[in-house]
C-alpha cells in the first residue's frame, strides 16, 4: 500500500511540477535581456523594426494565425536550410514563449 501511495505521490508531482516551473514570472532583468536580444539579435535579420528584411516580419499582423507553439518551436529548432538558427540550448521554453507572446501582442513596438 506504501509503494503504491508513493508511486501515486510521485506521478501526481511530476504533473504539477512542470506547470509551476512554466508558470513562474520571467524575472524583469532577464525579460530586459530578451527585450534586447530580439531587437539586436532577431532583428539583424528581421529588421530593426521587425518589420523584415533577411528575415520574415515579426509583427503581430504577420504572426496573426500562426499558434505560439509553432513560432516556439521555430524559434527553438531553428529552419534548416535557411539562415535562422536554433537558439535551444540559448534560451529557455520559457523564455521563447515569452518572446513569442511579446511579439503576438506588439509588446515589443512599444519598449
Not at 510521485?10 to 530578451?34: T, Y
Not at 535557411?82 to 534560451?91: D, E, H, V
Amino acid at each position: 500500500m506504501f509503494a503504491k501511495t508513493l508511486i501515486s505521490s510521485l506521478f501526481i508531482q511530476m504533473l504539477v511540477f512542470p506547470c509551476a516551473v512554466l508558470a513562474a514570472e520571467i524575472p524583469n532583468e532577464r525579460q530586459q535581456e530578451l527585450l534586447h536580444l530580439v531587437k539586436h539579435d532577431c532583428g539583424s535579420c528581421h529588421g530593426m523594426t521587425l518589420k523584415g528584411g533577411l528575415g520574415t516580419p515579426l509583427t503581430p499582423d504577420k504572426l496573426q494565425g500562426k499558434s505560439v507553439e509553432a513560432l516556439s518551436s521555430i524559434i527553438m529548432n531553428g529552419v534548416k536550410g535557411t539562415p535562422m538558427p536554433p537558439w535551444k540550448g540559448i534560451l529557455d521554453k520559457q523564455e521563447v514563449t515569452w518572446m513569442v507572446k511579446q511579439l503576438k501582442t506588439g509588446t515589443l513596438e512599444s519598449n
